[in-house]
């Protein structure tokens, strides 16, 4: 009987698991589809990384665990940028590029706090345009280095990788 009982458990892990795994991958195909920017191996990998992702039973769960996902990595994005200020290893000229990255950062993250809170009451209009505001923290970074005709940006592979993340519940929003 205990047996049964736990094998009874199981298949209906399992069952949730796929589930989720389902949305995710149905979820990423059709935002990808949508959005010629967001790579779907991306969103797929990314979403199948984290715990909230994996249990999300809708896509507005995806929306809520993607949009906290992206506003961690901004500032685990921006940590890494106030580092190099730290550490001064960085050329002529970049202190003052990379400094606005870290505003540009605060407020890309303050726009995603929005924006859930709004996924929250169902405002998904207000919800988009503010992950569209976050959205431009790691261009604008980046274009802070080419206007400023520096060498390259020291974090142009972090802000790829941001862009991503960021694409990730704004395409979702758009979904629902």
């Known amino acids: ?12 892990l399992l069952n949730d698991f796929t589930s989720a795994q389902t949305l995710i991958q149905d979820s990423c195909k059709k935002a990808a589809a949508t959005n010629l920017q967001l790579k779907y191996d991306f969103c ?16 507005e769960g995806l929306v809520f665990a993607s949009t906290k996902n992206a506003a ?6 921006k940590r890494f940028v106030e580092q190099i200020l730290k550490a001064k290893k960085y050329g002529p000229g970049m202190e003052a590029v990379l400094s606005t990255c870290v505003e540009l950062y605060d407020e890309a993250n303050g726009s995603l706090n929005t924006a859930f809170s709004s ?17 431009d923290a790691p261009d604008n970074c980046e274009d802070g280095f080419k206007e400023g005709k520096l060498k390259k940006s020291p974090v142009t592979k972090e802000n ?6 960021i694409l990730i519940p704004l395409a979702f929003t758009n979904m629902l």
């Open 160 to 165: 790829n990788i941001l862009l991503q993340t």
């Open 119 to 135: 996924v929250q009451s169902h405002d998904y209009n207000t919800a988009n345009l503010y992950m569209s505001a976050a959205l």
């Open 44 to 59: 797929v990998n990314s979403l199948t990384q984290d715990p909230e992702s994996k249990t999300a039973t809708t896509l």
């Open 1 to 12: 009987m205990k047996f049964l009982v736990s094998l009874v458990m199981f298949s209906l």
């Open 72 to 77: 961690a990595k901004i500032m685990k994005v």
